[in-house]
């Protein structure tokens, strides 16, 4: 039996990009005959995934620093003794800077997903570490927006990169899949009146995915429309920013606005929250690598609006499967809420029909998995040449 070896910080975030990929890949691997295990600093996903064949060996590579760096390669090379992979698949940078060369130096064939953008490759010693991410026999780009700044900031890497499109689930983000149960269950927590529109942003709660520039727009729709019922719902974590949660919940009281504005936290049943959302909102004000939100939304036919760079480009065409806005531009933000909130319920679905296409088409979990699969198959063929 092939044994496949994926390495990522935690499996903590139950929402997470990089861990809804690691387990994806992982569920499938057991289903198809291969060894599946999972090294991480563990989480409810770790325990969750047991049952459906996947080995998980718990090392803390969350923490970066030099004693832990010397504490988790000495327990990785026992790890690896004992599962002997025929492939390791690292998808973050810190396990690959610990341990890429242990792998290389047991002659294990390694491929790296290259989940952002990284920043600082304008200072040496970061550009350095950003770099252990295009250390694989074989470098994933999640998108391709991320292969082209792979290829722009490590031109010599450009032989080594396949770009593999994120996939989306389309069975289990699905508009017809959710029951009723499920959506009163999500809707009774926001304790709201019936015929209130449900503008959802479905993001960590962290600067960078565009929470300011939401809450600024929802001031100026309360002051431009008094008369619009409206909530705008924020699921997500804090992730450890409890200050930018603080300083947040502070920016919104000041503003009044605290009767629109739900922190609903973390929420493992997003389709059902999707299902009930009358306008999806992706506001980061970084470019995002993929689009995750854009994209599960779109497979849901929902109404999305999305920050004009990045990845969500490439799953957003402006009034076609949904519309772009600039980032950090509330006042564009809040017209174009308007602007899909009036639009009637034929153009809506015409648009949300485009969208769940597209995704079915370019972005489908079933592709995602075939081509990673196909990667490892190739991979391991190539090691058994070499070695004959």
Aim: glycine share 4%; aromatic share 8%.
């Amino acid at each position: 039996m092939k044994t496949v070896l994926q390495i990522l910080p935690s499996l903590r975030k139950i929402n997470g990009g990089v861990e809804r990929g690691t387990l994806d890949v992982a569920k499938e691997l057991a289903e198809k005959s291969f060894k599946s295990v999972i090294i991480s600093s563990g989480g409810d996903m770790a325990e969750k995934y047991k049952y459906k064949g996947v080995d998980h060996y718990t090392i803390q590579i969350e923490k970066k620093g030099l004693i832990n760096y010397f504490s988790s390669r000495s327990k990785f090379e026992k790890v690896l003794r004992k599962i002997m992979p025929d492939v390791v698949h690292i998808r973050s940078r810190w396990p690959a800077f610990c341990f890429s060369d242990v792998i290389k130096k047991n002659r294990i064939p390694l491929v790296t997903t290259y989940h952002g953008t990284y920043s600082g490759n304008n200072f040496f010693f970061k550009r350095k570490y950003n770099e252990v991410m295009t250390s694989g026999d074989v470098t994933i780009s999640i998108s391709k927006f991320i292969d082209d700044h792979i290829r722009y900031f490590f031109p010599h890497q450009k032989s080594l990169i396949r770009q593999i499109n994120r996939g989306i689930d389309c069975k289990y983000f699905d508009t017809k899949s959710v029951s009723e149960i499920r959506k009163e269950k999500f809707l009774s927590s926001l304790m709201i009146s019936e015929r209130t529109h449900i503008i959802l942003l479905p993001a960590r709660i962290t600067s960078w995915k565009g929470h300011n520039t939401a809450v600024d727009a929802v001031k100026i729709l309360t002051e431009k429309n008094p008369e619009l019922n409206f909530v705008l719902a924020l699921v997500g974590s804090e992730n450890n920013k409890e200050k930018f949660t603080k300083k947040l919940k502070k920016k919104i009281s000041r503003l009044n606005i605290s009767n629109r504005i739900i922190f609903c936290g973390n929420i493992s049943d997003m389709p059902a929250v999707y299902s009930v959302a009358d306008i999806v909102l992706s506001t980061s004000i970084e470019p995002e690598a993929f689009g995750r939100v854009s994209a599960e939304a779109c497979a849901m036919s929902k109404p999305v609006i999305s920050t004009n760079h990045g990845g969500s480009r490439e799953i957003i065409e402006n009034n076609v499967t949904g519309w772009l806005v600039e980032p950090k531009d509330p006042e564009d933000l809040a017209d174009k809420i308007t602007y899909v909130l009036a639009l009637d319920q034929k153009k809506k679905d015409s648009i949300g029909k485009n969208a769940q296409r597209k995704i079915r088409e370019r972005f489908s979990l079933k592709e995602m998995l075939n081509q990673t699969l196909d990667v490892y198959e190739e991979l391991i063929e190539r090691k058994k040449h070499i070695d004959n």
